[in-house]
Every structure is written in C-alpha cells, then in structure tokens.
C-alpha cells in the first residue's frame, strides 16, 4: 500500500489506542499484548474541513464537499448495518460531525413545530 503507521506529525498510532478487549479482564497491560484477540477496533476517517464562517471560495466549496461526504458516510454505514453487517458476531456504532449537526437540526425543527403548536 506505501502507507506507514506514522501520522502527519510523526507519532506513531500504536495499537493499543485503536484496538480493545484484547487484555484479560482485572489484568494489567500485558509484556506481550495479544493484539490478535483484540473484539473491538476504533477507525477513524478524517476528512478536511474548513471554516463554515469563511466567505473564501476554496473554504466554501471545500465545506460543501466535506458535508457532502460525510451525508453519502452516514446514509452508507446506515444502510450497510441494516442490509449487511453481519449481526451474530459484530456490532457496529458510528458518528460524524454531520451526523450530530443533522440530529441538532431535527431536534430544533421537530421541537419549534411543538412549540408552534401549543401557542
């Protein structure tokens, strides 16, 4: 792949900050960590983001790609746990910064019809 396992800033990404389950329950971090028995992995997908408050053209555009990503990410992972993830062995969970964004959105919007309502 030509990929390494050092971020942008040099450091590396060990394994024990992406993966878990694979120390025994009321045992200290192990000499010789069995990483393979790992049960659970955490994966995290940046994208680049810009300022929503810029009027720059670049930021603007690069905004409206970013959120149109993440929508295509949410519907996808959405999809894909209800058609296709393997439900006997796996659970998955997920956000995003859209995912929140939208849920803040729906509550607000749901809850101004309510409020509306009642006057």
Do not use: H
Request: proline share 6%; aromatic share 14%.
């Amino acid at each position: 792949m030509g990929m390494g396992c050092m971020s942008k800033w040099g450091g590396p990404v060990n394994p024990y900050y992406v993966l878990g389950g694979f120390i025994p329950e009321g045992e200290k971090f192990p000499q010789k960590p069995e990483y393979y028995k790992s049960q659970a992995i955490v994966m995290q997908i940046i994208i680049d983001n810009f300022d929503p408050k810029s009027e720059k053209e670049e930021d603007v555009k690069g905004l409206e790609r970013a959120m149109a990503w993440e929508e295509k990410f949410v519907e996808f992972m959405k999809n894909w746990i209800e058609n296709e993830m393997p439900k006997e062995y796996m659970d998955v969970a997920f956000t995003s910064e859209r995912s929140v964004e939208d849920e803040l959105d729906r509550e607000t919007y749901g809850d101004f019809a309510t409020i509306a309502v009642s006057y």
